[in-house]
């Protein structure tokens, strides 16, 4: 009788897990900080979220989830990510159709395309061109910053240079305006707009 049971639960587990919806976008979470915030009564907790979200065909967003829970700031920055989609004009093997660099803050990223070499790089950087769906491209940070954040938006920066929104040919490093940059400057009650040059 117990070994009948303990079947139905793991078969009613399955099918649970076999219904749900699958979501429309991948998502891999950058970082996680708690923050805490000295007041009169104590010190009170919350948690910052940064995670980048794609459908790996194009499709890919940064978003800042702020919460006094992991969870609910995870769903913060989800749908932070999605309102803060781009769509990337990639070639038909899924490349860039240009060398990109841009700068944010302290973080100065490069991407080049690279023909048969599959995805070369590290961090932030495959993070996010791995969600976008993008093959035989190599990155690099050239800055040596350490904080992801900024690197990310320095990625997505430079993505938005070959964006359905973004005409223009680029050429070495390319001086990115405020304007450009816009969509990311919320992401953060930034300081970025002082740091930019």
Known sequence: MAEEENRKKNNNRRSSSFGRPKPEFDQKILSIRRVTRVVAGGRRFSFSVALVAGDKKGSVGLGLGKAGDTSLAINKAIRNAKKNMIRLKLTKTMSLPHEVSAKFSGSYVMLMPNKGRGLVAGTVVRDIT????????????????????????????????????????????????????????????????????
């Open 130 to 197: 791995k969600l976008a769906g993008m093959k035989d491209v190599t990155g690099k940070i050239l800055s040596g910053s350490k904080n992801k954040l900024n690197n990310a938006k320095a990625v997505m920066v430079a993505l938005s240079q070959i964006s359905s929104k973004y005409s223009k040919k680029v050429v070495e490093n390319v001086i990115i305006s405020e304007k450009e940059i816009a969509p990311f400057m919320n992401l953060e009650e930034g300081k970025e707009k002082k740091d930019l040059k």
